[in-house]
């Protein structure tokens, strides 16, 4: 016993600093333990994958890499609502540490399921109006994230910058979707305000975008940030370039597929955001209920020569000067 006493008070030691290192790194902020996260996305399109890579870019940034400390679980409801919230019901029975809904409906889904785990959410143009927060500032509850409200008014000026004589302008968008029904109404004002009679054309699936998009008779189309418009854009470009009219679109992807112009939020970045909450409520213990939702503070003036060409339109000087892109 007497030798053995000072081996068991040696490994007693080492026992105790272990666990003391142990304790240390573990009560600090900023520990990178492994979790899992995940992701519902409701239809898949570049504006949507865009902010759904920027996520997991600050994830990564913020030290959680996918395949080490990181497991990720990404789902996709392809523009059905019906799946988004099974895929909803899934997920508030699993074992994720924190869970993130791309575009209004999945975020209304998770909402509505999901009560004892961080969730957050980006693409979500009214998070109040679609009943994901309490307020802006004061979300409440589990679930928080970003909007990607667009500078409607802002985007609706361009119809008469880039074509003077326009009167007229068609807005296409999804009639099942609060994000979209929020910014026509946004539109319907700015129109009126520049003098331009809208017409509105809504659809309840992407197949029936090409058949709405072909029957405007106006000067002009405005698409706001609408999942499954934005799906099928390739349909309302088509007749945009037939009718040789210009197409405003409500973000930067839409543009760089062939829209004309728009003064609008980057999905990258505003998934990067998102991203950096969930790292902070991940890493740092933050409770979405107390983390106001947060928007992109700075848009872009993107303009595409090449559709500009296709639908007829001259890019006036002063506006190619103040674009931030000009895609040739």
Not at 201 to 213: F, I, P, Y
Request: aromatic share 2%; proline share 4%.
């Amino acid at each position: 016993m007497k030798r053995l006493l000072p081996v068991a008070a040696v490994a007693t030691t080492a026992a105790l600093l272990l666990t003391g290192c142990g304790s240390d790194n573990g009560g600090q902020s900023g520990e990178t333990k492994k979790v899992t996260v995940g992701i519902s996305q409701f239809v898949e399109h570049p504006s949507l994958d865009a902010a759904r890579e920027g996520f997991v870019q600050a994830l990564k940034d913020g030290g959680y890499t996918e395949g080490e400390n990181l497991t990720l679980d990404v789902q996709n409801a392809s523009g059905d609502q019906a799946t988004a919230t099974n895929i909803a019901s899934n997920f508030a029975s699993s074992n994720e540490d924190l869970i993130l809904g791309i575009a209004t409906p999945s975020a209304q889904s998770l909402a509505q399921a999901v009560t004892d785990k961080p969730v957050l959410f980006t693409a979500v143009t009214d998070p109040v109006d679609a009943g994901l927060v309490n307020s802006m500032g004061a979300p409440g509850a589990n679930v928080t994230g970003t909007t990607d409200m667009n500078p409607v008014a802002e985007q609706i000026q361009l119809i008469k910058k880039l074509k003077p004589g326009a009167k007229s302008v068609g807005i296409i968008y999804s009639s099942g979707e609060t994000n979209s029904q929020v910014q026509v109404d946004e539109a319907k004002k700015a129109a009126q305000a520049e003098g331009l009679k809208v017409e509105e054309k809504t659809v309840t699936t992407t197949a029936e975008v090409a058949q709405a998009a072909e029957s405007f008779d106006t000067d002009s189309i405005y698409v706001p940030t609408d999942n499954k418009v934005v799906a099928g854009l390739e349909a309302v470009i088509s007749a945009a370039e037939a009718k040789k009219i210009p197409l405003i679109a409500g973000e930067g992807d839409s543009v760089e597929r062939g829209a004309l112009a728009t003064q609008g939020i980057n999905y990258t970045d505003l998934g990067k955001q998102t991203g950096e909450m969930a790292v902070r409520i991940l890493k740092d213990g933050a409770k979405p209920g107390e983390m106001a939702v947060e928007s992109q503070k700075e848009t872009k003036l993107i303009i595409n020569a090449k559709a500009a060409k296709a639908m007829g339109v001259e890019i006036p000087q002063s506006l190619r000067d103040q674009a931030d892109q000009v895609i040739e």
